[in-house]
């Protein structure tokens, strides 16, 4: 049975999933969930997800939420396929896993809101961000940047030498604030080892396949 992905291109968290994917280079459906109309509060999505969000997730008799956890999943079954996204080695795996966790609990809390005011707001209803709100913000995810720098200057990646999960969780954040505001990637191009990190990780084929291969273009 194919692999099933309920989705829709503009949550960040589905395009984790289309990204592990594609670095696995493996065969999958999307279905196109459309948050405009709240259908991922649907009773036959609240079926996949009973928290209502997404992506859900199917892989024959597997059925899985939540972006993270399927990733690895994917990283686990399909461990012989495509890129290897988690080093098997202790030593390797334990620094991937903090970058990963620095992810969910540092770099996902400061960009939230950025991605709501600057890139949900336009995508869902036509309308523009508060540029207050996000003046607030901008000074905190700059400071989190001055930590991945410092990390950046002493490997080529966050996990170490190799891209791995902990690089590709970020991913998708990157490309949409990048690409909502010259303010906004100038925020991550001005730190160079983030300058390069950034311009690396937005030009892997994966990362080019999925946002060719779905239609997905700068600015909606």
């Given at each position: 049975?194919?692999?099933?992905?309920?989705?829709?291109?503009?949550?960040?968290?589905t395009?984790?999933?289309?990204?592990?994917?594609?670095?696995?280079?493996?065969?999958?459906?999307?279905?196109?969930?459309?948050?405009?109309?709240?259908?991922?509060?649907?009773?036959?999505?609240?079926s996949?997800n009973?928290?209502?969000?997404i992506?859900?997730?199917?892989?024959?008799?597997?059925?899985?939420?939540?972006?993270?956890?399927?990733?690895?999943?994917?990283?686990?079954?399909?461990?012989d396929?495509?890129?290897?996204?988690?080093?098997?080695?202790?030593?390797?795996?334990?620094?991937?896993?903090?970058?990963?966790?620095v992810?969910?609990?540092k770099?996902?809390?400061?960009?939230?809101?950025?991605i709501?005011?600057?890139?949900?707001?336009?995508?869902?209803f036509?309308?523009?961000?508060?540029?207050?709100?996000?003046?607030?913000?901008?000074?905190?995810?700059?400071?989190?940047l001055?930590?991945?720098?410092?990390?950046?200057?002493e490997?080529?990646?966050?996990?170490?030498d190799?891209?791995?999960?902990?690089?590709?969780?970020?991913?998708?954040?990157?490309?949409?604030?990048?690409?909502?505001?010259?303010k906004?990637?100038k925020?991550?191009?001005a730190?160079?080892?983030?300058s390069?990190?950034v311009?690396?990780?937005?030009?892997?084929?994966?990362?080019?396949?999925?946002?060719?291969?779905?239609?997905?273009?700068k600015?909606?």
């Amino acid at each position: 049975m194919a692999i099933k992905v309920y989705g829709s291109m503009i949550s960040t968290a589905t395009l984790r999933v289309l990204l592990c994917l594609a670095e696995k280079d493996l065969d999958y459906e999307l279905i196109f969930i459309d948050l405009a109309t709240g259908e991922h509060k649907s009773p036959h999505m609240l079926s996949n997800n009973p928290f209502g969000q997404i992506p859900a997730f199917e892989d024959g008799d597997i059925k899985l939420i939540e972006s993270r956890a399927i990733m690895q999943y994917i990283v686990r079954k399909y461990a012989d396929k495509g890129t290897e996204l988690m080093s098997s080695d202790p030593k390797k795996m334990a620094e991937q896993s903090v970058w990963m966790e620095v992810e969910s609990q540092k770099f996902e809390p400061a960009t939230t809101k950025l991605i709501w005011e600057l890139c949900m707001k336009r995508f869902l209803f036509g309308k523009k961000g508060d540029d207050a709100v996000v003046a607030e913000l901008l000074p905190a995810l700059g400071r989190l940047l001055d930590v991945y720098e410092a990390r950046l200057s002493e490997s080529k990646y966050l996990g170490g030498d190799g891209f791995s999960l902990a690089d590709l969780y970020h991913v998708p954040v990157i490309k949409f604030l990048t690409e909502a505001e010259t303010k906004m990637k100038k925020l991550f191009h001005a730190r160079p080892h983030v300058s390069a990190w950034v311009t690396d990780v937005l030009s892997r084929p994966a990362c080019l396949k999925v946002f060719c291969k779905h239609a997905y273009c700068k600015g909606g």
